[in-house]
Every structure is written in C-alpha cells, then in structure tokens.
C-alpha cells in the first residue's frame, strides 16, 4: 500500500525559512514533486525531482527561493523554502507517480501540511 505522508508545515513570519519533508513508502515513483494550494484558488506545481535526482524542475515564481531534494535512503523528498512571503501561505501536498508536473495525472497525494506565513 502506498503512503505520501507530509510534515514540516509552521507558522513563520516573512523572511523565514521551512523545510517540508515526504515520505514515500509502498513503492518507487519515478518522481516526486510539491504542489500547493492558497484558499480559494487553484492548486499549483512548485517543484518536482527524479527518482535519480537528476532531473529538477521548479514552477517560475518560486526560483530562487525553493530547493527541492531526495534521500533515497530514507525515502524522503525535501522542498526548503527560504525568504517566505505571505503569498507563499498555503496546503502544501506531495506528489508522487511517475511524471510528475503542472498538468500531469498524479498517481499519490498526501494529505497536506499548513504552511502559514505571516507580515
């Protein structure tokens, strides 16, 4: 059985710094990715990576900002944000399947972790 299972969302002020964690058990996905979703609107690729790591992609907005990461050892995938805004505030989900992408069919969701960042 497979289970996406996220944490690390907080409450932070702007300028801040989190790092999200996934956890991924049940199977290897050929990627994994972050997507997130502010109230009252649509949810939003941040970021994806390669089983291998190799292959990276991050939505444009977040560049700079946003490093995604993977410890295939502990079956975790990372995102570390730093220089939070208030706009960054958010559900944050992880994604796992095998693309993953602003407009792929996901295969797992998590359930989501707050991330709320305050001026």
């Known amino acids: 059985q497979v289970q996406v299972v996220e944490s690390g969302g907080s409450s932070v002020q702007a300028g801040g710094s989190l790092r999200l964690s996934c956890v991924v058990s049940?199977?290897?996905?050929?990627?994994t990715g972050w997507f997130r979703q502010a109230p009252g609107k649509e949810r939003e690729f941040i970021a994806s990576?390669?089983?291998?790591?190799?292959?990276?992609n991050y939505q444009d907005s977040v560049k700079g900002r946003v490093t995604i990461s993977r410890d295939n050892a502990k079956n975790t995938v990372y995102l570390q944000m730093n220089s939070l805004k208030p706009e960054d505030t958010a559900v944050y989900y992880c994604?796992?399947?095998?693309?993953?992408?602003?407009?792929?069919?996901?295969?797992?969701w998590g359930q989501g972790t707050q991330v709320t960042v305050s001026s």
């Open positions: 990576i390669s089983w291998s790591g190799r292959s990276i």
């Open positions: 049940g199977g290897n996905f050929r990627a």
């Open positions: 994604a796992a399947g095998v693309v993953v992408g602003p407009s792929s069919t996901i295969d797992y």
